[in-house]
């Protein structure tokens, strides 16, 4: 079997066999095919597609290349969430405490974030003591325990996405498809979980910004994972602002708590309902989601869910006391509004110019060697639909510099006041099953 010869099959627009599929995987990962040919296949399948079965089978290989965690030894259906990203994008937090607090169990494997704000790891580092240096032995009894942990990502998980991500990055070849649905759900699939609930956001903060496209990807994620034996589904919600309202390490933690209280946005509260309802069914915990739905609102009101968040950061070495009185989260030595420049209605706040100044703030990563300030980020205090008048604060910037001017400049381009009335934007535009 030689390279050439697959390179030239894809270009002719003809299938891969399995065994072809799993020779690029398995000879670029060692090392035995250069980057110059697989950049050649990227940009074939990129322009070519591939099929599902090309796709679930890509999949798979990516999965072999590396370890795969082991899940087994949890009681019960182990449901994993994941998020195509956005900003302020703060549903885990919330989610796995409070879908933990109905039985289903939540082993969670995160990463450190390299972009607008921190990773949920680095989000949870927020709160006093809370570590996720944890073995894996001790992750699986923490879970039997307490339903829910959270520990960092194996450094060889998948290892053949890392080589292809940092490939496609500098050959155009990012926005495909198939290799983005793949480079996801391998991860997932590797991650041990038994069924998948995929959030797939569109919108200006989201990568795939039309709804078209969001829509394309979430068929082929959900696809691939019911082919290689995970029941998968999706949940396709907007992106268009932020989530909630606080953008930054600490703020998110914070509002998680608000949430899990029953005082969250009105927004994060409805998207985290609306996913934690699919994990429960899926879970095997509710026969439909509206039961479901009913059972995790019931235990926010009861607080059972708070009280599990509690537990969950108890158990990781966090101190507690911060659920009762967020103030001993990282707290910013400046807040400063920004207020209206003129009286109306919020008509866009473009989440990726928000997510951006958050950064630019010091709460998240511009390089991988970016050091977080965890008090840094951004608390909005109007929506798109919302009326704003002359002088109203639109939003606190949470900083320790008051050099800022910058942040400013790129805050008030990023939102948009009408002198008509706006509607509020679609919070969830539909569910991909198989």
Sequence with gaps: MRMYDIIEKKRNGKELTNEEIRYFIDGYTNGEIPDYQVSSLLMTIYFQDMNERERAELTSAMVDSGDKIDLSGITGIKVDKHSTGGVGDTTTLVLAPLVASLGVPVAKMSGRGLGHTGGTIDKLESIPGFHVEITSEEFIQLVNKNKVA?????????????????????????????????????????????????????????????????????????????????????????????LGNAVGNALEIKEAIDTLKGNGPDDLTELCLVLGSQMTVLAGKAETTEEARKLLQENIRNGKAFSQFKTFIESQGGDTTVADQPEMLPQADYK?????????????????????????LGA??????????????????????????????????????????????????????????VESPTLIYGTVTE
């Design 336 to 360: 400063i509004a920004l207020p209206a420049k003129k009286t109306g209605t919020i008509a866009e706040i473009t989440a990726n110019d928000v997510g951006t100044a958050a950064m630019m």
């Design 150 to 242: 959270v520990v960092g990502q194996s450094g060889n998980l998948t290892p053949a996405d890392k080589k292809l991500y940092s490939l496609r990055d500098v050959t155009a070849t990012v926005n495909s498809i198939p290799l983005i649905a793949s480079s996801i759900m391998s991860k997932k699939i590797a991650s041990g979980a038994d069924s998948i609930v995929l959030d797939v956001k569109t919108g200006s903060g989201a990568f795939m910004q039309k709804l078209d496209d969001a829509k394309e990807l979430a068929e082929a994620m959900v696809s691939i994972g019911n082919q290689v034996g995970r029941n998968t589904m999706a949940v396709i919600s907007d992106m268009s602002q932020p």
């Design 364 to 421: 998240g990563r511009a390089t991988k060697e970016s050091v977080i300030d965890l008090a840094a980020g951004i608390v909005l205090h109007k929506k798109i639909g919302d009326n704003v008048t002359e002088g109203e604060p639109l939003l606190t910037i949470h900083t320790n510099s008051t050099d800022i001017e910058d942040v400013k400049e790129k805050l008030y381009k990023s939102i948009t006041i009408s002198d008509t009335p």
